[in-house]
């Protein structure tokens, strides 16, 4: 498709399970975002990933977040032991990456999750 | 401690008048700042950006006002149309360790009535 796709759009899951959340970006896109939205809140940056570079992993909250980025492309956000303080939308976005010019960043419709 | 501000959870413009929504920083290294537009459901879509080296960017009825001094910048859209009802962010990104992360403000809901 011609946009970032994300998936599941929402997950509802029990407090304690691990939860995998999908991204597929835009082709050619370097650059890949997360963020997640808390209700009422701004956007809150998770990780970022650039090309082959280490991703900058300064805003997971806790252990419990990871993600990878395989080939460049789709990106999986893995939640480990989900709390109620978790819920939120989960937006993935991505840019042509490298410099001030290409970093306006394209989001995808976002995943909504609620932890119970 | 917030880097990007926006002080008005919302504002209420009628249809055909001014929508100025505000924005202040406090990391005076940011030098890119962004503003997006959000509807319900949907993610964020890029509106316009600006460029620390320029004090204002007009694209259509919205322009981008950019104080260096006062770390503010504001979103103006001019005629106000109700498609514009939305909630806007304001990002600012810096050329940290050579990436480009936009953060984020809380956002202003902006509502435009007929």
């Known amino acids: ?116 | 401690d917030q880097q990007v501000k926006q002080n008005s959870p919302s504002l209420s413009v009628q249809e055909g008048r001014i929508s100025i929504l505000n924005c202040d920083y406090t990391n005076s290294m940011f030098d890119y700042f962004l503003w997006y537009k959000k509807y319900p459901a949907e993610g964020p879509t890029f509106l316009i950006s600006i460029s620390s080296i320029k004090d204002k960017n007009e694209d259509g009825r919205f322009t981008v006002f950019l104080n260096k001094s006062a770390k503010h910048l504001s979103l103006h859209i001019v005629p106000s149309q109700p498609g514009d009802s939305a909630v806007y962010f304001c990002a600012a990104s810096s050329a940290s360790g050579g990436s480009y992360i936009p953060t984020f403000g809380r956002g202003t809901s902006l509502i435009v009535h007929p």
Do not use: M
């Open chain 1, 1 to 116: 498709g011609a946009g970032v796709s994300q998936s599941p759009s929402n997950k509802v899951t029990e407090k304690g399970k691990d939860v995998e959340l999908r991204c597929d970006p835009i082709s050619g896109h370097t650059a890949l975002y997360w963020y997640r939205q808390s209700l009422g809140q701004g956007l809150e940056f998770l990780i970022y990933f650039q090309g082959n570079s280490a991703p900058d992993k300064s805003g997971l909250p806790s252990d419990r977040f990871s993600a990878e980025r395989t080939g460049g492309s789709v990106s999986t956000l893995t939640i480990q032991r989900t709390q109620q303080e978790d819920s939120a939308v989960y937006l993935c976005a991505s840019s042509l990456g490298f410099g001030r010019g290409n970093t306006e960043a394209f989001f995808g419709q976002g995943t909504r999750l609620t932890v119970v």
